[in-house]
């Protein structure tokens, strides 16, 4: 890639412009986030029986706390894991989804550790496993649960967990795809959301609440976006 900034390290590696490494309990391939000098990710435990969300120090790399959610062995892909999903950070709290190797749920946590809901979202089946990465708009937490047999857009209310919405299609395959809301001049917001089928759909939210209600407003062939 390209950049104009400067003073951007172009080496790394052992001596070069790394600042602290740790080595990591268990197995995942959750991907880091960082907030308020702080970094948030999952791992699983080698028996499978356990998740673990993680918080790090961001300056040293120290574990700062460390909360477990249950879990269990299941199949997945070769290069997947039992802890791939990725957090969301928003309204002062880390939301991260689980997967227990049959269930899915969605937790919520304080940037110290305290936690502050869990709901519970059902089955999750796909021959690959999970690997969810909401985001945050608003006041809520928004969800694509695609899978095997079942294709929601869901949103949780960020402070108590409850959803507020739900967005159903016709399943086809498990998708991996975030959520991405797209603002543009004089439009209303949109939320976007990639679909492993032949039409991606597209849903706008209502303007006169940023996301309390979604509905289909267009369908292209995914071809005339590639």
């Not at 990591?24 to 435990?45: C, D, E, K, R, W």
């Not at 999750?124 to 899978?147: E, M």
């Not at 967990?161 to 004089?186: D, H, M, N």
């Not at 706008?204 to 995914?222: F, K």
Request: aromatic letters at 8%; proline letters at 7%.
């Amino acid at each position: 890639g390209e950049s104009q900034d400067q003073g951007v390290p172009v080496e790394i590696g052992e001596g070069r412009n790394v600042l602290w490494k740790v080595e990591l309990p268990g197995a995942g391939n959750s991907s880091p986030v960082a907030a308020q000098g702080q970094v948030f990710f999952q791992t699983a435990s080698a028996d499978g029986r356990e998740r673990d969300l993680i918080c790090l120090d961001l300056v040293s790399g120290k574990t700062l706390w460390r909360k477990s959610a249950p879990g269990g062995p299941a199949k997945t892909h070769p290069k997947n894991t039992l802890a791939s999903c990725t957090a969301a950070i928003g309204d002062g709290r880390v939301f991260m989804p689980f997967w227990d190797g049959q269930n899915l749920s969605v937790a919520a946590y304080e940037f110290d550790g305290r936690h502050a809901w869990t709901t519970e979202l059902g089955p999750f089946a796909s021959q690959h496993g999970a690997g969810h990465s909401p985001i945050v708009v608003g006041r809520h937490v928004i969800l694509s649960n695609d899978q095997d047999g079942l294709a929601e857009v869901v949103a949780l209310d960020a402070q108590t967990g409850v959803i507020a919405w739900e967005k159903s299609r016709r399943p086809y395959r498990a998708c991996y795809s975030t959520p991405l809301l797209s603002t543009r001049a004089g439009q209303p917001p949109e939320l976007l959301v990639e679909y492993a089928t032949e039409n991606i759909p597209f849903g706008r939210l209502r303007p006169a609440d940023l996301i309390r209600s979604l509905y289909t407003v267009m369908v292209e062939n995914c071809r005339k976006f590639m």
